[in-house]
């Protein structure tokens, strides 16, 4: 991109012998619930541009807001799953600026009195435990979005003008945001990332959104500052923007902190501003400097009561609460019998919960990986998308892995249903019927394709008498070829046997 | 537009030109300076006259900000209708593929 220069970068173990960084997140989660946050608006992802806008979220005049109840209980819920307080008294307040996604020159948000504070998030990185502090959650709503109109395609340079879609202005948001995380030296660009994933893990749990980096219902600004070893004193830090995907979130901290300690080498200042992250060059380059916070001109939000969420409501709310990621990942690893590094192959490659269901619909947990990590892995490679998006189901896998436990197909047959059922064809048991997978029995058919297999080669025939033993091993695989590997070849080295000897 | 500091200091608090000139910017209001010496004083006096307030001994009476003693006024989460798109892109002063029509945004990047 033409804005990024390249800049001058310290390598990053480099960065480290002199710099300990210190980062901080601020998340934002788009609720999943039905309406708007103060309207009755449909939230529906991808609708036609502004078909789901009303008075209130346009911010017409006399409109009044009312508090959406379920993205009131998703944020208390987000709360205790992070070990927060919730506040017996909060209150939205409005954030005064201009901007063309905000139709009312406001965000109605939270200011001094979030819904929920002082909560922590512990997250694992290479075998340690990173304990990291959460300053508040609280509850704001979305902005519209901009279509930037001329000039490069979507990009504001050089844009004439710009067109604006508010179907998500109004939508709940949630801001999550961390205190400084200092301390993860070398680790801090994983932790990072680390947070981000278990963060979303939760909210996946909770069920309170979808949380898809790349539909935006879950966006990340990454802070970060270094200081010089020893000092008291933390740095000046930047905040990096459009960070949209858990790799890029290590990636901006490494970029900034291999830039930053540049800048400081060179006797300069970290100037405090906004960056944007491109994914393509994995760089930051610097966007506007931000408006002093006490230009926002926060008051509280008069045309809504405050919450006053009392002991019963969030007792409630905390004993519904599912189990939690941290703790179904132990308890599974205790239930499968798993080496730590085993259960982070099957978090990694996003199988836990598939494996899980699997095991559920009757596998063993032992045939459930396997299959996840294996033929399925390799299929969702290939086809490059996430595991859980192939066109089958846990129920399904745990299907084939009972057909081949009870011997009516081998792991190939097994593998040719899976290509019927990825096709849509049905459920495993039906494939197999369908395509006539089933491994052949001691029929007339494999008889038959065992004597043409003998006549057809009276010199393998030989070897195997005078001794040759390993010789049979090209009969069975003429069998096999003739019967396309739906024989048993157990079943066809014996029948062979009994025939030469 | 000058923005140079000339202390106009009435009654407490104090408003002066300055201020006046970063409100108006905040607002986007294009102010002359004539205007921010009279603004300034007539929000000074606003000012003043709300400033009486801080007189009243109300020590042990929480800041209020809703006159009417509610809490936890909530909706249920239903979706209902908006409204159809051409009512709302009528109220527009421009509009294009169907969306709202603005003119160019300078000096962010989104």
Same mark, same amino acid.
Request: aromatic share 6%; proline share 8%.
């Given at each position: 991109m033409s804005e990024t220069r390249s800049e001058t970068l310290v390598e990053f173990d480099d960065v480290l012998t002199r710099y300990e960084p210190v980062i901080g997140l601020e998340t934002h989660v788009e609720l999943? /619930?039905?309406?708007?946050m103060f309207c009755g608006c449909a939230t529906t992802?991808?609708?036609?541009?502004? /078909?789901?806008?009303c008075p209130v979220c346009l911010g017409l005049p006399g409109s009044l807001p009312v508090a959406n109840a379920a993205a009131v209980e998703s944020t208390i819920r987000i709360g205790l799953a992070l070990g927060c307080r919730i506040a017996s008294w909060s209150r939205f307040a409005r954030k005064n600026y201009f901007y063309p996604d905000i139709p009312k020159g406001f965000q109605t948000s939270q200011y001094d009195?979030?819904?929920?504070?002082a909560g922590h998030l512990d997250v694992e990185v290479d075998g340690e435990t990173y304990r990291v502090e959460i300053e508040r959650v609280h509850l704001e709503e979305d902005t519209g979005k901009n279509l930037h109109v001329g000039?490069?395609?979507?990009?504001?340079?050089?844009?004439?003008h710009s067109l604006v879609d508010f179907?998500?202005?109004?939508i709940p948001l949630v801001e999550i945001v961390t205190r400084p995380v200092a301390?993860?030296?070398?680790k801090a660009p994983e932790v990072a990332r680390a947070y981000v994933t278990e963060l979303r893990e939760i909210i996946q749990a909770l069920g309170?959104?979808?949380?898809r980096m790349e539909q935006g219902s879950l966006r990340c600004d990454v802070n970060t500052s270094l200081a010089p070893i020893g000092s008291l004193e933390w740095g000046t830090r930047t905040e990096t923007k459009n960070v949209n995907s858990l790799r890029s979130v290590e990636r901006s901290v490494r970029y900034e902190m291999r830039r930053q300690a540049a800048v400081l080498d060179a006797g300069g200042r970290v100037v405090q501003e906004t960056r944007h992250f491109h994914e393509d060059t994995g760089s930051t380059s610097s966007g506007r400097s931000k408006e002093e916070a006490?230009?926002?001109?926060?008051?509280?939000?008069?045309d809504l009561v405050p919450l006053a969420p009392d002991a019963e409501w969030i007792e409630k709310l905390a004993a519904g609460l599912p189990e939690l990621p941290a703790a179904r990942r132990r308890r599974l690893q205790e239930e499968w019998g798993l080496s730590a590094t085993e259960l982070t192959w099957l978090v990694n490659a996003g199988a836990l919960g598939l494996v899980e269901q699997t095991v559920a619909a009757g596998a063993t947990p032992a045939d459930a990986r396997k299959w996840w990590l294996g033929e399925l892995a390799r299929r969702a490679n290939d086809a490059g998308v996430e595991l859980a998006d192939l066109a089958v189901t846990p129920a399904q896998v745990a299907e084939l892995t009972a057909l081949v436990a009870e011997g009516t197909i081998n792991d190939k047959l097994a593998r040719q249903a899976l290509d019927g059922v990825l096709a849509g064809e049905g459920d495993p048991r039906a494939v197999v019927e369908a395509r006539g997978l089933a491994v052949m029995g001691e029929s007339d058919e494999l008889v038959a394709a065992v004597e043409a297999a003998i006549a057809g080669a009276p010199d393998v025939v030989e070897k195997v008498r005078g001794g040759?033993?390993?010789?049979?091993g090209a009969l069975v695989g003429a069998v096999m070829k003739t019967t396309r590997g739906q024989a048993d070849a157990a079943t066809v080295r014996r029948m062979l046997e009994e025939r030469v000897r | 537009m000058s923005t140079e500091?000339?202390?106009?200091? $009435?009654?407490?608090p104090a408003l002066g030109r300055q201020d006046i000139a970063h409100l108006a910017r905040l607002a986007r209001l294009a102010v002359t300076d004539e205007e921010l010496d009279r603004f300034a004083g007539q929000l000074g006096a606003v000012l003043d006259a709300v400033a009486q307030?801080?007189?009243?001994?109300? $020590?042990d009476v929480a800041p209020t900000t809703?006159?009417?003693?509610?809490?936890?006024v909530l909706r249920p989460d239903v979706a209902t209708p908006s409204l159809p798109r051409d009512v709302v892109l009528a109220g527009a002063p421009a509009a294009e593929d169907d969306r709202f029509r603005v003119p160019r945004i300078l000096g962010e990047e989104e």
């Open positions: 999943g /619930t039905e309406s708007k992802f991808g609708a036609e541009p502004n /078909t789901q806008t009195e979030p819904l929920c504070t000039g490069a395609t979507g990009r504001i340079h050089g844009a004439d179907n998500r202005a109004g301390g993860a030296g070398a309170a959104s979808d949380v006490t230009d926002y001109r926060y008051f509280p939000e008069p040759k033993v390993q010789a049979l | 500091s000339t202390p106009d200091r $009435g009654a407490t307030v801080q007189r009243a001994d109300a $020590g809703h006159a009417v003693p509610l809490t936890n």
